[in-house]
């Protein structure tokens, strides 16, 4: 039930918010989950962000939205993002996030961002032009669209 959701969230100093994109924002339960966590004054957390969707995932943005209007919110990690199925960059991704948790918890971790840190710094965003695709992050020489398997030629930074 929703009040023991909201219960065990405050109880807890690190959160991880996980959630598909439905029908271009966030599935239903999760965004009433998290609007009740809002105002409720859910505050003085670190979070880490997890999305799924298959052509156009926007959960992550619609969960940041919501957390950034909550106190003293501090991102663990970059957001990741699933496509549909798991792969196997995801899982090296999941790893590093499960990682970077760990170090929180035990206090060794230098990779809590700020909400001002994350503004100061946004990620770069690059945009297939075979088949519109927005990756997020460092542009590297072996990266392959996920939807379409170009490789990074076809990308075109936006600014």
Not at 57 to 86: F, N
Not at 116 to 134: D, N, T
Request: charged residues 20%.
């Amino acid at each position: 039930h929703d009040s023991e959701l909201i219960a065990e969230a405050f109880r807890c100093g690190s959160i991880v918010f996980a959630s598909i994109t439905y029908n271009n924002d966030l599935f239903t339960p999760m965004k009433n989950f998290m609007n009740d966590l809002l105002v409720h004054n859910m505050q003085n957390r670190d979070y880490a962000l997890i999305e799924n969707g298959t052509w156009s995932p926007v959960a992550g943005s619609k969960m940041q939205a919501i957390i950034d209007g909550m106190a003293d919110m501090r991102r663990v990690g970059e957001p990741i993002t699933l496509l549909s199925t798991t792969t196997e960059e995801n899982y090296k991704q999941l790893q590093a996030l499960g990682a970077a948790l760990a170090g929180v918890l035990t206090g060794s971790s230098a990779a809590v961002q700020s909400k001002e840190a994350a503004a100061a710094a946004p990620a770069e965003k690059w945009v297939c032009s075979v088949c519109g695709y927005v990756h997020e992050g460092e542009m590297t020489e072996d990266f392959k669209c996920p939807l379409c398997n170009v490789g990074p030629d076809k990308f075109v930074k936006q600014e």
